[in-house]
C-alpha cells in the first residue's frame, strides 16, 4: 500500500475541517468537556474541543488537568468510546402492533440517521472497532444496526503523542501507532514551527475532506518530529500485558487463587464491560403499552457481571463474583482468541481506570502467571 | 435485511404463526402445533435445532423443536410450564398467534450416525429435542443400524410421549427402555435413574453413536456410563443449554467457555465440550 | 436352554474365583420362579439366600403405613440381588418383589459366607465383588436423590 502523502494542516484550520464535516452531512462527534472528563459529544464548533486539557489515569482514578499549552487532542482516552455510537447503549429494534390474535412487525427497517464523523480516534479505539467490526458483521450473522452506522461512520484518527498511566497498547500490538482504518490521521505538533497537525489520508473520502482544507506539504522534518512524538507516547507506557501463550494459560488456570484473591475485591459493579470498547454483550427487553396493543423491543447493553446474565431455569450459573470476574477476563483475553481470531482487549486501560477499587487487568494476568503451580496468589 | 439461510427469513424479526393444537403432555408440559400464518412458507429445521418463541408483549424463549422434520407445514415444541414466560405460552389457545424466529443452532448428526447404531438417552424434557431425531431414524430405518431408546423421568405421569415410546418400540431392531425416579402407585416399569438402563440395553459400543439430552448432571454421569461402556468419545454428542436472549451470536449471553450455544450448539461432540462440563461455574 | 452351570461361571460377579469353589456353589444353586407380585424376599427375615435375576424385574420396596409400598428401585436380568445375607445381623432390610414373572438362581449365601470366614483370601475376593455392586447402587441412588427433573 503506498505511503499516503502527508500535509500540514494549521491548528486553525480544525474548524474548518469541522465544517466541510457538516456540509457534507455529517454529525461531528469528537472530545468535549463535561462532568470532570473528556467524553465524546457532538462537536459544532472548535470551541467543543477541550484544548489545553490533559488526563492524569491511574487504577481507580481520573482526574483533569490544565496542560501548559493549547493542545487540542493533548489527553489519552475518556470513560466512553466510539461504541456509543456504533453500538448503542439502547435501541430499539422493531415494533409491532396486535391484529386480532395475531401480530404484524412495523418499523423493521433501521432508521437513517446522519452519518457519524469520529474526530479524534486514538489507535487504541480502530483496533476496538475492528474488533467488534469481527464480531457483529463478520461471523454467522450481521448486525444491521451496527452495519449502518459503521459503514457510515467518518473516522478522522487521532496519534498519541502521550500515554496514560493506564494505557498499554504497545505490548497489545495495537498502537499507540495508527496504521490503518482511518479516513485522515492526524498528528498535533506544538513548538516553535506553531500549534498545527500533519494529516494524511487514508480513503477517497478523506482526500475530498482534506481538498477543502487549506494544507502545505509536510516537510521531512516534520515527519520525522511526528514520528518522535508517537514513539515517545509508546516509550511512556509504564503498564504491560504478557500475551504469550494467554489463551492456554488463562484455560488451564481455571481454578487458580488469583481469582478468589480478585473476587474478594471486585464489586460486580459492571463499570468495566460498560467502558470497555469491545464489550458487546446486549439483552433484549420486550415491552408494551398500556392498552397491549402495541408492542417494542428493545436492545440494551448488558454486562457478564450482572447475576442475572447466566440465568436458566433454577437459577444462575455465575453466582459467585468470583465466576463473574472470571468469566470476564477469561473471554476478553482468551475465549475472545478461540471466537474471534483475536484478542478482545486493545489496551486502552479504561478498565483499570474506571474500576472503583482499581483492578489491574495487566497485574492479574502477571499474578496468574508467575503464581506457581501451587498457586500463590 | 440479512438473510442468514436460504430456509429462513430474517433471524431476527419474529414470523407470525398460528397455534393450531394444544396437546397436554403431562400436568406442566404441553406440545403446541404451530403454523404459518403465511401458508406459503416453509418450516424446515434439522432435529435438535430450537426456536426463539415470541408471546406478544409477553417476552421471546428458546424452545427445541419437537416435531417431525418431514412434515414442512408446521412446527411442533414442547413446552413446560416453569415460569412466567413459558406459562404464556403453554396458554396460548387455537387462533392465537405466537412469533417464531429461526430455526437456530447445531444438529444431531444424523450423516455421521448412517450405517451405525443409534443410542437415544433422554432425561425428562430431553426427549423433547431428540423426538425430530427418532422420526428421521425410524423415517429412513435402512439407513441406520439399530435404533435404541433409554429414557428416564421423575414419575411415570411426567413421562413424554407414552404411546408413541410404545408405538417406538414395535418397530424393527428398535429397542425402548424407560425408568423413573419415583415409581409412584401403578408403576410397573423400571425404577431407577437412566444410568442404570444401560446394562439391560444390547449396545455395540463399536458401532453406536449416542445422542444425550437431559439435566447437566444426568449427561455428564450418562457420558460417563457411555466410555465405560467403550464407545468412542467422537460418537457421544450432547445438547446443552445456557440463557439465551439473542438466538444469533451478538447477545453474548448464551457463552459455554468459548462456545456461542446458538451458533456453536446446541449439539455438541463431547470432546468439544468435555473439560467445560467438569467446571463449576462455568 | 442355558444351564445353571454356565450361566454361574460366565457372570461377571463369579468371573476369576476359584473353580473348585464356582462348582460348590453351582452344586448349591437352584432355579426358582416368582409369579408377578409374589414377594422373593422380605424385609426382617433372616438372609441366607442371594439370587442371580434371569428374566423379569424385580422391584425393591419398602412399606408404609396408610400406603402401597414405595418402589425405592427396580433390578433386572443379569443383576445380583441382595447382600444382607453377607453382613451381620444378617437380616433382609427391604422387601424385594417379583413386578413381573421373575426367573431367578437361588445361591446359597450362608455356605458362601462360611467359606469366607473360613478362607479371607476368598472372603477379600467376594467383598470386592460386593462392594463393586454397592457402589454401582450408591451412586444410582444419589442421582436419584438429586431430584434431577423436578422444578427448581
Known amino acids: 500500500m503506498a505511503q499516503p502523502s502527508e500535509h500540514i494542516l494549521g491548528a486553525d484550520q480544525m474548524g474548518k475541517l469541522i465544517e466541510a464535516l457538516v456540509r457534507k452531512g455529517y454529525e461531528v462527534i469528537g472530545p468535549t468537556l463535561r462532568d470532570g472528563a473528556i467524553v465524546y459529544d457532538k462537536v459544532e464548533s472548535v470551541g467543543d474541543l477541550p484544548a489545553g486539557w490533559t488526563d492524569e489515569q491511574d487504577p481507580g482514578r481520573y482526574r483533569l488537568k490544565r496542560r501548559d499549552d493549547d493542545a487540542l487532542f493533548g489527553y489519552a482516552v475518556g470513560p466512553q468510546s466510539w461504541k456509543k455510537y456504533l453500538h448503542p447503549a439502547e435501541v430499539r429494534l422493531w415494533s409491532a402492533e396486535r391484529q386480532g390474535g395475531t401480530f404484524r412487525i412495523l418499523n423493521n427497517e433501521a432508521k437513517p440517521e446522519r452519518p457519524h464523523a469520529f474526530l479524534g480516534s486514538r489507535a487504541c479505539e480502530l483496533a476496538a472497532i475492528a474488533v467488534q467490526d469481527r464480531v457483529l458483521l463478520e461471523d454467522k450473522y450481521r448486525d444491521p444496526i451496527y452495519d449502518q452506522r459503521r459503514q457510515g461512520a467518518f473516522i478522522i484518527a487521532v496519534q498519541c503523542t502521550q500515554a496514560a498511566a493506564t494505557c498499554f497498547c504497545a505490548s497489545m500490538g495495537t498502537g499507540p501507532q495508527v496504521s490503518a482504518g482511518f479516513d485522515l490521521v492526524l498528528t498535533e505538533l506544538l513548538g516553535s514551527k506553531g500549534h498545527r497537525f500533519v494529516v494524511a489520508t487514508g480513503s477517497d473520502r478523506g482526500a475530498e475532506i482534506l481538498a477543502e482544507l487549506e494544507v502545505v506539504p509536510a516537510t521531512e522534518k516534520d515527519r520525522q518530529e511526528a514520528g518522535a512524538r508517537v514513539e515517545a507516547a509508546a516509550h511512556q507506557q509504564v503498564r504491560s500485558l504478557d500475551t504469550t501463550g494467554i489463551k492456554e494459560l488463562l484455560y488451564q488456570n481455571f481454578e487458580h487463587p488469583r481469582w478468589d484473591n480478585v473476587a474478594s475485591r471486585c464489586l460486580t459493579c459492571a463499570n468495566c464491560t460498560m467502558v470497555c470498547p469491545t464489550c458487546f454483550c446486549t439483552s433484549v427487553e420486550d415491552v408494551t403499552d398500556i392498552t397491549g396493543d402495541h408492542a417494542e423491543r428493545w436492545r440494551r447493553w448488558d454486562s457478564c457481571f450482572t447475576q442475572s446474565f447466566s440465568y436458566i431455569h433454577g437459577g444462575s450459573v455465575r453466582t459467585s463474583a468470583k465466576a463473574r470476574y472470571r468469566q470476564w477476563m477469561t473471554h476478553k483475553l482468551a475465549s475472545w482468541i478461540d471466537q474471534f481470531g483475536s484478542s478482545g482487549c486493545v489496551g486502552c486501560g479504561r478498565c483499570i481506570t474506571w474500576c472503583p477499587v482499581g483492578i489491574d487487568i495487566t497485574e492479574e494476568v502477571r499474578a496468574i502467571r508467575e503464581g506457581g503451580k501451587n498457586g500463590n496468589p | 435485511m440479512i438473510m442468514a439461510t436460504a430456509i429462513t427469513t430474517d433471524p431476527m424479526l419474529p414470523q407470525p404463526y398460528s397455534v393450531r393444537e394444544v396437546a397436554k403432555e403431562t400436568p406442566d408440559t404441553f406440545t403446541l402445533r404451530l403454523e404459518p400464518e403465511n401458508a406459503v412458507n416453509k418450516s424446515m429445521f434439522q432435529p435438535g435445532q430450537f426456536s426463539m418463541l415470541w408471546v406478544f408483549g409477553v417476552g421471546e424463549l428458546p424452545i427445541s423443536i419437537s416435531g417431525d422434520p418431514a412434515l414442512q407445514d408446521r412446527l411442533l415444541y414442547t413446552v413446560r410450564s416453569v415460569g412466567q414466560a413459558t406459562h404464556a405460552l403453554v396458554n396460548r389457545g387455537v387462533g392465537d398467534g405466537v412469533g417464531v424466529r429461526g430455526p437456530f443452532g447445531t444438529g444431531w448428526p444424523l450423516e455421521a450416525a448412517r450405517g451405525r447404531d443409534v443410542i437415544v438417552v433422554a432425561g425428562g424434557i430431553g426427549l423433547a429435542p431428540l423426538r425430530p431425531l427418532i422420526y428421521q431414524v425410524l423415517r429412513n430405518r435402512k439407513d441406520y443400524g439399530r435404533l435404541v431408546i433409554l429414557y428416564g423421568g421423575r414419575s411415570p405421569r411426567d413421562l413424554l410421549y407414552r404411546k408413541e415410546l410404545a408405538a417406538w418400540a414395535r418397530h424393527r431392531e428398535t429397542q425402548v427402555l424407560v425408568t423413573v425416579d419415583y415409581g409412584g402407585l401403578n408403576w410397573r416399569g423400571h425404577v431407577g435413574v437412566v444410568t442404570t438402563l444401560f446394562k439391560y440395553s444390547r449396545l455395540q459400543p463399536a458401532r453406536s453413536v449416542a445422542m444425550i439430552c437431559g439435566p447437566e448432571i444426568m449427561m455428564r454421569f450418562v457420558t460417563r456410563e457411555l466410555e465405560t461402556l467403550g464407545l468412542s468419545r467422537d460418537d457421544i454428542y450432547l445438547s446443552m443449554e445456557r440463557n439465551m436472549k439473542c438466538a444469533v451470536g451478538f447477545c453474548g449471553h448464551c457463552q459455554y467457555g468459548p462456545h456461542f450455544i446458538c451458533k456453536d450448539g446446541p449439539v455438541f461432540r463431547y470432546p468439544q465440550i468435555r473439560n467445560l462440563l467438569e467446571k463449576y461455574e462455568l | ?152
Open chain 3, 1 to 152: 436352554m442355558e444351564t445353571l452351570e454356565r450361566i454361574i461361571a460366565e457372570h461377571p460377579f463369579f468371573a476369576g474365583l476359584d473353580d473348585s469353589f464356582v462348582n460348590l456353589m453351582v452344586s448349591c444353586a437352584s432355579n426358582l420362579r416368582f409369579k408377578a407380585g409374589s414377594y422373593i424376599l422380605r424385609e426382617g427375615d433372616t438372609a441366607n439366600t442371594f439370587y442371580l435375576v434371569r428374566e423379569g424385574k424385580v422391584a425393591i420396596e419398602i412399606r408404609a403405613p396408610q400406603r402401597k409400598p414405595i418402589i425405592v428401585s427396580t433390578l433386572s436380568v443379569g443383576e445380583i440381588l441382595g447382600w444382607s445375607w453377607l453382613l451381620s445381623p444378617f437380616e433382609w432390610k427391604f422387601d424385594a418383589r417379583a413386578a413381573d414373572d421373575v426367573r431367578a438362581i437361588a445361591l446359597d449365601g450362608k455356605c458362601l459366607r462360611t467359606k469366607c470366614e473360613e478362607n479371607h483370601d476368598l472372603g477379600y475376593e467376594v467383598l470386592k465383588r460386593f462392594a463393586r455392586i454397592m457402589e454401582e447402587r450408591l451412586e444410582a441412588t444419589r442421582l436419584q436423590l438429586l431430584d434431577l427433573y423436578a422444578v427448581k
